[in-house]
């Protein structure tokens, strides 16, 4: 087939955020958007790109076949040699890190919102990951960016026809030179990885129980996202788990109606399956399958930071970490500091950085971060370089194996020890651009005044004396560049912390975000309820910020 050159116009606003370029399907869909994107990318690879390998795939939300015929006839015309892309257009956002760095690909693009809704009249996505499995960093994105701002053509060879739902291996000649395609299994290489890591025996021999204990009992939810093929590999044929425990595991183009994010609020579902039901441990998954919740017996919740924390203190049961030993932990900012006090206690090296998985990237690469994680349910290790779901859930899972005790005695027992974090975060979604930009001015003018440190801030005789507020910034310690403006920070002499932020990744409006973060190690407090606990914080932080008068909001959309 032969190639053409066609011309097309600039869209303005096509910056990718926190993870990726998200905007409603409909504006994916408008002329040449989706192909001006494409081209981006390609151009940003600039001396890479002749004769490169690209991993194709995403989380089967709606246009998202229709955006890989574009992406293989784009990539065909653009000298790309090689696609790798997942059969039916699917391909999870942890296996694609797991095939670009199987595969030595230089990079993949990802075709997903993520935890968004999904459908015609919901949110698509593209992002692009680089050579090391990661998203790509901000200089990448930026530069991708520039490029959608004077694009004047892309390239495409429209004829090339294929068929992405049969697993074949098609090679062609575009423009007289080889062209490969070839489309793979969504699962196997990601299966394997998995296998390598954990101890899949033991943690048989818990879901299965013996003749002197009985089954440990799961329950699995896909919410309808990508994980299903993924935990119908995993749990019901290596792991002999009942198919009745895994649900919503056909990956729809809608999800189902469901809002895909693992959470109190939007995985109710699980929540109530797990309150009423035998289960002793319930996991759920986010649509493109990088995040996790993970709930105990009764639905117990564990907090991401939590979990994060539980998983560092005994990282070296998982037979993984026994072979590469535990080289430092990470967290994001607003991530409760829970595993801090592991990093602390266990002398290993801990880094914070700003939200976005794509910051973790630099420290894995020069071997100094295994384990991280963020508060929006994000946990994951070096075996690639994406957030993990179905890692985290195995890793609880070797974990209890190992231990044979509960969900919640684990974390009786780690709060016993280190102290527990009580953490929250209030979402006010969809809230008027212009009113969100004016509280964040608002919250940044006051956190400036010079007498702002040492203020006591109370609350029902309560006191809180500021240390420290400033606009979070982080230079990263292996290249030296730099991210500002990632969120207000208000720390308390105590070390609680109150933090806002504003999303990036909605697709309209602005969402504001606000984390709350406390530490105390009183056991008697240990057991009781986070919103009881953070009340005090919680007030002081919606009254300096004025929230309700900023956005009218009385109550946020979501609690986590
Ligand atoms: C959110 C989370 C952040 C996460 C990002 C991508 O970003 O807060 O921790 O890395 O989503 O997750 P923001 O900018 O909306 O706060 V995913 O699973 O949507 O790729
Ligand atoms: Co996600």
């Given at each position: 087939v032969t190639s053409l050159t066609v011309n097309t116009r600039v869209y303005e606003g096509q910056k990718?955020?926190?993870?990726?370029?998200?905007?409603?399907?409909?504006i994916f869909q408008q002329e040449q958007y989706t192909e001006n994107f494409v081209q981006a990318i390609l151009n940003a690879l600039g001396d890479q790109l002749p004769g490169c390998t690209l991993v194709v795939g995403g989380d089967g939300r709606f246009y998202g076949k229709e955006a890989v015929m574009k992406i293989i006839r784009i990539a065909a015309a653009?000298?790309?040699?090689?696609?790798?892309?997942g059969q039916n257009g699917i391909l999870s956002t942890p296996a694609v890190s797991t095939i670009i760095r199987k595969y030595k690909t230089q990079g993949g693009i990802v075709l997903t919102a993520s935890h968004n809704p999904g459908g015609p009249n919901a949110d698509f996505g593209i992002k692009f990951n680089?050579?090391?499995?990661?998203?790509a960093p901000d200089n990448v994105t930026n530069k991708i960016y520039e490029i959608t701002k004077t694009l004047k053509y892309y390239k495409i060879a429209p004829d090339i026809e294929v068929d992405i739902d049969k697993v074949q291996n098609i090679s062609i000649e575009v423009d007289g030179k080889p062209f490969t395609i070839d489309i793979i299994d969504s699962v196997n290489d990601y299966v394997d990885l998995m296998k390598d890591i954990f101890d899949f025996?033991?943690?048989?021999?818990?879901?299965?129980?013996?003749?002197d204990k009985p089954a440990f009992k799961v329950l699995i939810n896909s919410m309808n996202g990508v994980t299903g093929p993924y935990v119908k590999r995993i749990f019901s044929t290596e792991l002999g788990v009942d198919d009745k425990c895994l649900v919503n595991i056909k990956p729809l183009e809608d999800f189902g109606g469901l809002h895909p994010d693992p959470n109190l609020t939007y995985a109710k579902d699980l929540v109530n399956a797990m309150m009423e039901g035998p289960y002793d441990f319930g996991a759920a998954f986010?649509?493109?399958g990088d995040r996790n919740m993970i709930l105990g017996k009764k639905a117990f919740f564990v907090t991401p930071s939590d979990s994060l924390a539980v998983l560092a203190a005994n990282l070296k049961l998982i037979p993984y970490f026994q072979k590469t030993g535990v080289k430092g932990y990470a967290r994001s900012m607003p991530t409760a500091a829970a595993v801090d006090r592991v990093a602390a206690k266990t002398g290993a090296k801990f880094f914070e950085v700003p939200t976005g998985w794509k910051y973790f990237g630099n420290l894995m690469d020069v071997g100094d971060l295994s384990l991280c994680g963020e508060e929006s349910f994000g946990t994951g290790s070096d075996h690639i370089r994406e957030k993990d779901g179905i890692w985290a859930c195995l890793a609880w899972l070797n974990v209890i194996a190992k231990l044979g005790t509960s969900v919640e005695n684990i974390l009786l027992d780690h709060w016993k020890v280190y102290g527990r974090n009580f953490f929250t975060r209030y979402d006010y979604?969809?809230?008027?651009?212009?009113c969100a930009d004016k509280m964040i001015q608002g919250i940044g003018a006051l956190i400036q005044k010079p007498d702002f440190i040492g203020r006591k801030l109370q609350y029902e005789g309560k006191e809180y004396i500021v240390k420290q507020a400033d606009n979070y910034s982080y230079t990263?310690?292996?290249?030296?560049s730099k991210a500002t403006n990632q969120g207000l920070r208000i720390l308390f002499a105590d070390g609680s912390r109150i933090i806002f932020r504003l999303s990036g990744t909605g697709s309209s409006g602005a969402t504001i975000r606000m984390y709350i973060d406390s530490y105390e190690n009183d056991p008697v407090t240990f057991e009781k309820d986070a919103q009881l606990v953070l009340k005090p914080l919680i007030n002081i932080a919606l009254k300096i910020s004025e929230l309700h008068q900023h956005t009218g909001r009385d109550a946020p959309t979501v609690i986590t």
């Open positions: 990718p955020g926190t993870s990726g370029l998200r905007k409603a399907v409909k653009n000298g790309v040699k090689k696609l790798i892309v680089c050579d090391n499995g990661g998203p025996v033991s943690i048989k021999k818990l879901l299965q129980g013996s003749t986010d649509g493109d979604e969809n809230c008027d651009s212009a990263d310690p292996v290249d030296g």
